[in-house]
Structures are given as C-alpha cells and as structure tokens.
C-alpha cells in the first residue's frame, strides 16, 4: 500500500513537471503593449529613440499607414511624455508580474494603456 502511494505520488508529480508554463494574462497584456511601444506609430509620435528597435506587430489588425485626422476623443491623443511614462509603467508591471502580484500587474497595464492613448 505505502509503495503504492509512493508509486502514484511520484507519477503525478513527474506529470507535473512536464505541463509547459503559461504566460499569465498579464504577461501577455505586457507583450501587446511592448510591442505597440515598438511600433511605427510610437515612433511617428515619440521620434526614433537611441536603442530603440522597431517592429512589425504581425497582427491582421494593423494598420498599413495611420488614420487621416485626429481622434474624436483629444485626451486620447498620444504625446510622447505620456508614451515615456506608458514604459515606466510597463517595466513596473513586469516586476509585479514576475512576483506574482497578478491584480497589481493587471491595474498597472490598464494605467499604462490608457497613458498610450491612441497611437497613429
């Protein structure tokens, strides 16, 4: 009996050792907004900064070339000091994701996008 349980204890912590990692939602909220950080309309709005590597988001939902005109809401217009303090924001909510602090993380990305407003 006692080899038993040992047997099955042992299978079942094998088992877990083998399910890959899953990024938190969080994290994946961190991936969206970085990569909307690194893209042209950032770059269009914050100028090309030293070190900074552009890239295509490869989204179906990306835009070719921005919108003509300016968004209907003016507190959603991006400048560049409030895509400096998104990246503030971002590196933090990495930190709270990596302790674990998931809602923390969450209320951080949500500040964060609302700081990016509406990239062109």
Not at 23 to 42: F, K, N, P, V, Y
Not at 44 to 65: E, Y
Request: aromatic share 0%; hydrophobic share 40%; with cysteine.
């Amino acid at each position: 009996m006692r080899l038993e349980l040992s047997l099955a204890a042992s299978a079942v912590l094998l088992g877990l050792t083998q399910l890959p990692a899953h990024a938190s939602s969080c994290a994946e909220q961190i991936g969206t907004i970085e990569r909307r950080l690194d893209s042209a309309g950032a770059v269009h709005v914050t100028g090309h900064q030293d070190g900074h590597a552009l890239r295509s988001s490869h989204s179906p939902k990306a835009l070719a070339a921005a919108p003509a005109g300016e968004p209907s809401d003016a507190a959603m217009i991006s400048t560049s000091a409030h895509v400096a303090d998104a990246r503030r924001l971002l590196e933090q909510a990495v930190a709270e994701d990596r302790q674990g602090h998931q809602r923390a993380c969450e209320d951080t990305m949500t500040e964060a996008k609302g700081m990016i407003g509406a990239l062109p």
